[in-house]
Nanobody
């Protein structure tokens, strides 16, 4: 059974940085693209970033492009999200997810496994 466990969330001031991690167990981490999503209070969950199965390709939502970096370490079954220049509007619960394919995916329906989420709060 595939399990995804996020960590690294917390409280940070605007302009600061955080790095989120997601460790996968079960299944074959190396064979699937991965993604990060977030859900702010009262809003729908939204796509943030995705990376292909070998980490050679990435794709970002416009809202985070240039500030966030997604990466993966297949030897450690770990996905990361480096978040810089954080803004109060980045406050949300952040989720990692594993897709059903090897290539970049931005739709939630393309993902079959989800972590429990980690809270990121950015104060102004």
């Amino acid at each position: 059974q595939v399990q995804l466990v996020e960590s690294g969330g917390g409280l940070v001031q605007a302009g600061g940085s955080l790095t989120l991690s997601c460790v996968a167990s079960g299944g074959s981490f190396n064979d699937y693209s991965m993604g990060w999503f977030r859900q702010a209070p009262g809003k729908e969950r939204e796509f943030i970033a995705t990376i292909n199965y070998i980490g050679s390709m990435t794709y970002y939502a416009d809202s985070v492009k240039g500030r966030f970096t997604i990466s993966r370490d297949n030897a450690k079954n770990t996905l990361r999200l480096q978040m810089n220049s954080l803004k109060p509007e980045d406050t949300a619960v952040y989720y990692c997810a594993r897709s059903r394919e090897k290539w970049l995916k931005s739709r939630q329906g393309d993902y079959s496994y989800w972590g429990q989420g980690t809270q990121v709060t950015v104060s102004s």
